[in-house]
């Protein structure tokens, strides 16, 4: 996968890393809800995707 170089400013960065934390919380709730394996699974990957994005700002969450 061919990776990209974005600059954002502090502000930008700390919205979008706000924004990350909210999508997180709802996706975590989700998580706990499903039942179906399958589903989960998503949800699961879904979760870790935004830990790495959230890792790349510097702002991991936890």
Do not use: C, P, W
């Amino acid at each position: 996968m061919a990776e990209a170089v974005v600059n954002f400013t502090a502000e930008e960065r700390d919205f979008l890393a706000e924004l990350l934390k909210l999508v997180l919380k709802d996706v975590q709730i989700e998580e706990h809800r499903t039942r179906a394996l399958s589903y989960r699974e998503h949800i699961v990957q879904k979760g870790e995707m935004i830990n790495a994005l959230l890792k790349k700002l510097g702002k991991a969450s936890g």
